[in-house]
Nanobody
């Protein structure tokens, strides 16, 4: 069984910073692309940032220059450093990972349970 455990959400004032972490655990062969998505009330889930095993990154225009994604392949963990937070960043943030099964035969996307980030004005 594979599990993604997120941590680091909370309440912060506008202009502040938070760091989210997401660790993959369980039995698997490897981690492909990992990423962060978010969903605000009444809105669809949207991409925040992704990072592949070679640490190539992609991020939404709305967070460029403020949010930074990184990963520690030894710890099977992906991070999201969020700086200069704005009230519009308020959402539930979800970790995702494309995980290759323990046989190395195929991969599928897993999701974390989500962590709330609230930015007050």
């Amino acid at each position: 069984q594979v599990h993604l455990a997120e941590s680091g959400g909370g309440l912060v004032q506008a202009g502040g910073s938070l760091r989210l972490s997401c660790a993959a655990s369980g039995s698997f062969f490897s981690l492909n692309t990992m990423g962060w998505y978010r969903q605000a009330p009444g809105k669809q889930r949207e991409l925040v940032a992704t990072i592949d095993p070679s640490r190539n990154t992609n991020s939404a225009d709305s967070v460029k220059g403020r949010f930074f994604i990184s990963r520690d392949n030894d710890k099977n963990t992906v991070y999201l450093q969020m700086n200069s937070l704005k009230p519009e960043d308020t959402a539930v943030y979800y970790c995702s990972a494309d995980i290759v099964n323990s046989y190395g035969s195929r991969s599928r996307i897993y999701w974390g349970q989500g962590t709330q980030v609230t930015v007050s004005s």
